[in-house]
């Protein structure tokens, strides 16, 4: 397993099968490119996973069309339900997903350089990205670090006045 990986692990949110979203950037990318979950697998260094994407988040490219029976069918690509009516942007649907800490836990993979840049400094969010042919899954970020740790300080926090609130007024 890679430093990365076993970094989110430690979080309850993140265990197997992850559930990788991917926007139609990156699928329309893995069909280009002649890549698929083996490859997936090897940037992520071990572990089993679900890929998934949402309406929202493949509707972008005009010749997805094309390729979208073909892209779900051979990656083994199922739609989650994002409850929105009027389709939003891909970045506005998956940014709905992994708002509030992602309690889903949600990894993402996406072409968009500046939507990892933004991911990583503001959500706690693993991030699968892609080079030329190849793909990593990207080191935590020092704002994803601290948020964790500060999450476990707060988890603390919190059991230590759910306790004192078992002895009386607080
Ligand atoms: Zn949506």
Sequence with gaps: MSQTLAFFKKEK?????????????????LLLNKRNRHHIAKALCGGNFHLVTTRCATQLQND?????TKALKDLHISHVSCSHKKKMSAVDCILSK?????????FVATEDKQFVSHLQEFYLVPTITCF???????????????ALANEDVRENARGLRVGRRGLGPV
């Design 13 to 29: 949110r993140f265990k197997e099968p992850y559930d990788i979203l991917l926007d139609g950037s990156f699928i329309n990318w």
């Design 64 to 68: 997805f069309k094309i390729h979208e």
């Design 98 to 106: 992994v708002k509030d800490g992602n309690p889903d836990g949600f």
């Design 132 to 146: 030329g042919k190849g793909m990593v899954l990207r080191k935590p970020s020092d704002y994803q670090k601290e």
